[in-house]
């Protein structure tokens, strides 16, 4: 009896991350991405420093961008595995 278990991560949701950015930000990349969540809430804290409501508008948009973007990498490389 020498089976070899396979230890499967769970997939992320897209809409949950998604739900997230729209709602958190650049925290909610944190869901997708720690090293995303990271570099966007340092880069939010240097623009909401600026005060201007355009460039905080962008920085929330690529948040969303990149939380679904990492997301999907993320479940892609979990069916490589697979």
């Not at 880069?43 to 420093?49: A, D, P």
């Not at 600026?50 to 948040?63: F, R």
């Amino acid at each position: 009896m020498n089976e070899i278990q396979s230890v499967s991560l769970p997939f992320k949701s897209v809409g949950v991350a998604l739900l997230f950015c729209a709602i958190l930000g650049p925290v909610g990349v944190l869901y997708s991405s720690m090293t995303g969540g990271v570099v966007m809430i340092l880069l939010g804290l240097i623009v909401l420093r600026a005060k201007l409501i355009g460039p905080i508008i962008l920085v929330w948009l690529i948040s969303c961008v990149w939380g679904v973007g990492a997301t999907n990498r993320f479940n892609k490389k979990i069916l490589r595995f697979k």
